[in-house]
């Protein structure tokens, strides 16, 4: 069975309190795709913020001292230094434009995820990723299966770097309904002998696929049709995805 | 448009010496799928190196006493680490099970790669990666194209763990005629401000949206077709990929 990867064109700029699932609905009605049993919505990071309101006013932040220390060390704005420690729990490195974190909701990522392009406001305003991704994903999901009766899941994504290798890749951030590990472990290989690989990233995977459908997340299509994908839908979160601190080596 | 990746089903065991071209277009034939311009072949690693006859028969390896060290630190067979430091240019991390190296390739990978699952033979036998990645994907593409006539990417696969993510995905080990990094510095948002996500890695996302439809690499269909890929096809190569030692905050 093949993996059909759609663009939703047609969701139109989001403002916060904008019903997300109608936006969707309208766009898949648009493209001419009926929702069936195993599809997924792939859905950028960046209108569920917005949807949500995860805007904030940069000068109406007010910098702790370890804030302004960071953004000394850094070169960034020290209110937006601020938001970068507010949604994290921990710094991991930190150099000239870059700070690298352990965001609030579990993942390693740049800058706590926080954006600055693509808002349409002044560089006064910054985009924070949503309160609970997982949530999101539901709720969205929650919708989208009222309206249609078809069993879906829900991926939220955002574009992550990497520590070793040039280039972001979406990574899922926010999951409902969608396998986010598939577990082979014990499995046999097609010789009867243990497989390698035991545990497949299967929501980052087809992040990483929705992603360059959309272009890039913060020009382009901020949804996607996914039809085909080849595992069996199930309840899932992003907390599958996130490695245990005692099993980081490279902390 | 739509993004497509369709399994090819109908690849035999490969064998060192077999003809990979001709096994894919075998194939796509059988699948009815005809090459045009602007599609990409994606090629698990392991059929790759199967047919470049990357076997290794493990008693035959002499350890040195740092490949013995490593080995009783790891719990690791000592002639299997021998050939891991063979396939690298250094060790970034050692704990019982687990190996992470710089490969000699160029990526930071654990094991180097080196794989017992899906050989079809006993557990004295491993296959390493391909000698060169890339020069294996430019002769698959050069026959691909001299056969069909279009103008083709050739991208060859192999899963990865992540440094702090469950699971393995699909990333990208040699890259002929596909962007490997697309790079979009410099380049305005939709509101005319500068992106935030600025290079993206195209050839790393395709791997993982490849390997979704692979299943399981290890067990799997090893070869997908691609129709649909966003970015014009152009030369590259794997090293687009790799960050410069300078710029790794995490070794």
């Given at each position: 069975v093949s993996l059909k990867l759609s663009p939703l064109t047609g969701i139109p700029d989001i403002q916060k309190g904008d019903g997300l699932a109608q936006a969707?609905?309208?766009?898949?009605?648009?493209?001419?795709?009926?929702?069936?049993?195993?599809?997924?919505?792939?859905?950028?990071?960046?209108?569920?913020?917005?949807?949500?309101?995860?805007?904030?006013?940069?000068?109406?932040?007010?910098?702790?001292?370890?804030?302004?220390g960071l953004a000394k060390e850094t070169g960034k704005d020290?209110?937006?230094?601020?938001?970068?420690?507010?949604?994290?729990?921990?710094?991991?490195?930190?150099?000239?434009?870059?700070?690298?974190?352990?965001?609030?909701?579990?993942?390693?990522?740049?800058?706590?995820?926080?954006?600055?392009?693509?808002i349409g406001l002044d560089e006064s305003w910054v985009l924070l990723l949503p309160e609970d991704p997982d949530a999101s994903a539901a709720q969205l999901r929650t919708a989208?299966?009222?309206?249609?009766?078809?069993?879906?899941?829900?991926?939220?994504?955002?574009?992550?770097?990497?520590a070793w290798r040039i280039g972001a890749i979406g990574m899922a951030i926010g999951v409902s309904g969608v396998p986010a590990v598939v577990d082979k472990r014990g499995d046999p290989d097609r010789y009867g002998r243990e497989l390698r690989v035991t545990q497949i990233g299967a929501a980052d995977e087809l992040a990483a696929a929705a992603s360059l459908?959309?272009?890039?997340?913060?020009?382009?299509?901020?949804?996607?049709?996914?039809?085909?994908?080849p595992y069996p839908l199930r309840e899932s979160g992003l907390s599958e995805l996130m490695r245990d601190r005692d099993a980081d080596l490279f902390r």
């Open positions: 969707m609905l309208n766009a898949l009605s648009l493209n001419r795709i009926g929702l069936q049993d195993g599809d997924i919505l792939v859905v950028a990071q960046k209108i569920v913020s917005k949807a949500e309101g995860r805007l904030v006013y940069l000068p109406a932040v007010v910098p702790t001292s370890q804030a302004a020290p209110q937006l230094v601020q938001l970068i420690l507010d949604e994290s729990r921990e710094v991991l490195r930190a150099r000239p434009g870059l700070i690298i974190v352990e965001h609030r909701l579990g993942f390693v990522c740049a800058n706590a995820g926080i954006d600055h392009s693509n989208l299966e009222a309206a249609s009766g078809a069993r879906l899941g829900v991926l939220i994504v955002d574009s992550h770097g990497r459908v959309m272009g890039q997340a913060d020009e382009g299509i901020p949804a996607v049709h996914v039809r085909g994908f």
